[in-house]
């Protein structure tokens, strides 16, 4: 580009820019000059949260760098090696996503810190970061609950539903509450979304419904007799031919579910 060129455009523009705040002062026009003003602003509302993500994702990073560096903190120094780029890239990447999430950031600090510990770094599976980006706080707290739930690697959960009468096998009936448990009261921020919880965590591989009953401790009569059963049957009205009936399941930790609380949760 020459600089007559550059001259014509530069003059050209200037005219442009002259126009423009001559239109602001002319309202019945199509003014050029508030489209001019009001783009830039449109565009710093919208995106005026994201600025907010990205400085507080770069001090989620912060904080999760030295936060793995406590977790590493009794590792003797010749165990420490460098992360797989397939763990560390991306979960660096998703930790900004989760700048305002204590419990999402712990389960990547502790990913990242088994991947640099060589005795742990085989149980550092990549599917891991995946797993943690499809999951809500709440749903790690629950595979919490399992690394620190007694030892157990099970749940018991209960279905509450309308059955025929008529029937010695049940195999037509009507579900009024599934997936029920209530051992997560007063620890996930959503109680009532946890059946939703549990089956986006069995769909990410990490437990398993089993129509089977483990009661060691009387579990499965205290969400029998628990107060949103006993409420549920009372304001439920019965059909003729019909009657409540319970079913006892469990959920189990999968063998990927066993070592992702393992690496990321423990």
Same mark, same amino acid.
């Given at each position: 580009?020459?600089?007559?060129?550059?001259?014509? /455009?530069?003059?050209?523009?200037?005219? $442009?820019?002259?126009?423009?705040? =001559?239109?602001?002062?002319?309202?019945?026009?199509?003014?050029?000059?508030?489209?001019?003003? /009001?783009? #830039?602003?449109?565009?710093? &509302?919208?995106?005026?949260?994201?600025? !907010?993500?990205?400085?507080?994702?770069?001090?989620?990073?912060?904080?999760?760098?030295?936060?793995?560096?406590?977790?590493?903190?009794?590792? #003797?120094?010749?165990?420490?090696?460098?992360?797989?780029?397939?763990? $560390? &890239?991306?979960?660096?990447?998703?930790?900004?996503?989760?700048?305002? @999430?204590?419990?999402?950031?712990?389960?990547?600090?502790? /990913?990242?810190?088994?991947?640099?510990?060589?005795?742990?770094?085989?149980?550092?599976?990549? @599917?891991?970061?995946?797993?943690?980006?499809?999951?809500?706080?709440?749903?790690?707290?629950?595979?919490?609950?399992?690394?620190?739930?007694?030892?157990?690697?099970?749940?018991?959960?209960? =279905?509450?539903?309308?059955?025929?009468?008529?029937?010695?096998?049940?195999?037509?009936?009507?579900?009024?509450?599934?997936?029920?448990?209530? $051992?997560? =009261?007063?620890?996930?921020?959503?109680?009532?979304? !946890?059946?939703?919880?549990?089956?986006?965590?069995?769909? /990410?591989?990490?437990? @398993?419904?089993?129509?089977?009953?483990?009661?060691?401790?009387?579990?499965?009569?205290?969400?029998?007799?628990?107060?949103?059963?006993?409420?549920?049957?009372?304001?439920?009205?019965?059909?003729?031919?019909?009657?409540? =009936?319970?079913?006892?399941?469990?959920?189990?930790?999968?063998?990927?579910?066993?070592?992702? !609380?393992?690496?990321? $949760?423990?």
């Amino acid at each position: 580009m020459n600089d007559e060129t550059t001259k014509e /455009l530069a003059r050209q523009t200037s005219g $442009v820019l002259e126009k423009a705040y =001559d239109d602001a002062l002319h309202p019945s026009a199509v003014s050029i000059g508030d489209t001019a003003s /009001l783009i #830039p602003r449109t565009v710093g &509302v919208l995106l005026g949260r994201w600025k !907010v993500w990205v400085v507080n994702g770069e001090r989620s990073i912060d904080l999760a760098i030295s936060q793995v560096a406590e977790r590493l903190e009794g590792v #003797p120094e010749e165990r420490l090696c460098e992360p797989a780029p397939n763990v $560390v &890239v991306p979960a660096i990447q998703q930790l900004s996503y989760s700048y305002d @999430s204590a419990e999402l950031r712990r389960l990547y600090v502790n /990913l990242l810190a088994a991947s640099m510990d060589r005795e742990r770094r085989g149980g550092a599976h990549p @599917s891991f970061v995946n797993l943690i980006g499809q999951m809500t706080p709440d749903e790690a707290k629950i595979m919490a609950w399992f690394a620190a739930g007694e030892g157990r690697d099970y749940m018991p959960i209960v =279905d509450l539903r309308l059955v025929r009468t008529d029937q010695i096998i049940k195999h037509t009936w009507r579900p009024l509450l599934e997936n029920y448990t209530n $051992v997560f =009261d007063g620890i996930v921020e959503e109680p009532g979304n !946890v059946p939703l919880s549990l089956d986006n965590l069995e769909r /990410l591989g990490l437990i @398993s419904e089993e129509e089977f009953a483990i009661d060691e401790g009387g579990e499965y009569p205290r969400l029998e007799q628990s107060e949103k059963i006993l409420r549920l049957k009372e304001t439920t009205a019965l059909d003729e031919g019909w009657c409540f =009936d319970i079913t006892r399941n469990v959920y189990r930790l999968t063998r990927l579910g066993k070592r992702f !609380v393992e690496c990321c $949760v423990a």
